[in-house]
């Protein structure tokens, strides 16, 4: 499950906008103020979301916040490099609080979206001598531990290594901030 977003913070914003509770009870909070709360949701979730998602998030929060609401707010956001939009081929949009360079995992089978530190891994060594590297972002399509589990487990009964792989995927689920 996500971690809920907290009536408290959106209240917190709506009075440092000298707005009444009142008036987001009216449904008239302003864009700024819900391209706010859009920032908030994506930045206190630790994995990567999509625009439904964050709609869904904003939605507990602000009733009437439209869908085409949150989805401009998010391109505005990411325009801007608060966010990071991360397109995965045959995937919807995610959307990355993680502003650093980074590449990502993403499992085949399950979805799961898993940042990969950009250091250790030249992307230099990959384009023709006079090509100036201005930006990378790698998508590493993968199977997860936790999918791979359960695809070894269904061919072979014997165990083997099945602890190992249950390690990995503890491990993996805990980045993911998704378990
Ligand atoms: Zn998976
Ligand atoms: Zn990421």
Redesign the pocket.
Same mark, same amino acid.
């Given at each position: 499950m996500y971690p809920k977003i907290k009536l408290e913070l959106f209240i917190r914003l709506v009075k440092r906008r000298r707005l009444s509770v009142a008036a987001t009870v009216r449904q008239t909070v302003g864009e700024t103020l819900q391209r706010q709360m859009v920032l908030e949701i994506v930045r206190q979730n630790e994995g990567h979301l999509t625009a439904d998602e964050i709609y869904l998030l904003a939605s507990e929060q602000l009733s009437s916040i439209s869908r085409s609401t949150v989805y401009r707010n998010l391109n505005i956001l990411a325009e801007r490099g608060l966010v990071v939009a991360v397109n995965a081929p045959e995937r919807p949009t995610f959307f990355d609080r993680n502003t650093e360079p980074h590449h990502h995992a993403v =499992?085949v089978? =399950?979805?799961?979206l898993l940042d990969i530190p950009a250091d250790g891994f030249d992307v230099r060594s990959l384009v023709p001598p006079g090509y100036e590297v201005v930006s990378a972002s790698l998508i590493v399509n993968c199977? =997860?531990a936790? =999918?791979g589990e359960g695809m070894s487990g269904a061919l072979d009964e014997s165990g083997g290594t099945a602890a190992d792989g249950r390690a990995q995927a503890d491990a993996s689920a805990a980045a993911d901030g998704r378990a």
């Open positions: =499992c089978s =399950c979805g799961m199977i =997860c936790r =999918c």
